[in-house]
């Protein structure tokens, strides 16, 4: 739809929801199936189709939007951590395969403040556990070295930088967009 209605396709941005949370003993294999099927076919599906007619164009790109978890595990998210690790690879094959027509990169994010952290935000004063939304923005900032959770717009002018031409030898990239809080 998108060709047919704009004649061509030049930027593809991935970005799948999360996988249920929780530790690997809870997780059984059609919790690994699904979260695969969500976090990797849907970008292989998505840059199959996309390819042709990137390749056509004179800027095509493709950003995979995936988790800091790829660099670094977080408590409680085993899907996440070992699942999304699968699109790294991929980006960094598709990076290699698709150049020098076009680039393949992924950005890492970590917390942001979008409406499923403002939800999550409020079910923690609802539950008494803080009082003041500022006050949970400000615990959930600790061990970030920028102090503070990010803003949604820095996530997106990142993915515009690398679909731009300012990034034209940026490719099979992992850009972490996380205020510093990854430490590997």
């Known amino acids: 739809e998108t060709v047919d209605a704009f004649g061509g396709l030049d930027h593809v941005v991935t970005s799948a929801g999360g996988p249920p949370s929780g530790p690997f003993l809870d997780m059984d294999d059609s919790d690994f199936y699904s979260a695969y099927d969500l976090l990797v076919m849907s970008v292989?599906?998505?840059?199959r189709e996309a390819y042709p007619h990137l390749q056509d164009s004179d800027a095509g790109t493709v950003v995979n939007i995936t988790s800091r978890s790829v660099q670094e595990v977080i408590d409680g998210l085993v899907l996440s951590n070992s699942v999304r690790r699968a699109v790294i690879g991929l980006m960094k094959t598709q990076a290699r395969e698709f150049a020098p027509e076009v680039r393949v990169n992924a950005v890492l994010p970590g917390a942001h403040e979008t409406s499923r952290i403002e939800d999550l935000i409020e079910q923690n004063i609802e539950r008494g556990e803080y009082e003041r939304y500022d006050e949970v923005l400000d615990d959930w900032s600790d061990g970030i070295p920028l102090e503070r959770i990010g803003d949604p717009e820095e996530?997106?002018?990142?993915v515009a930088w690398l679909s731009s031409e300012a990034a034209s030898y940026v490719t099979g990239a992992a850009v972490p967009v996380d205020g510093g809080s990854l430490r590997s």
């Open 44 to 47: 292989v599906r998505t840059t």
């Open 155 to 158: 996530l997106g002018e990142t």
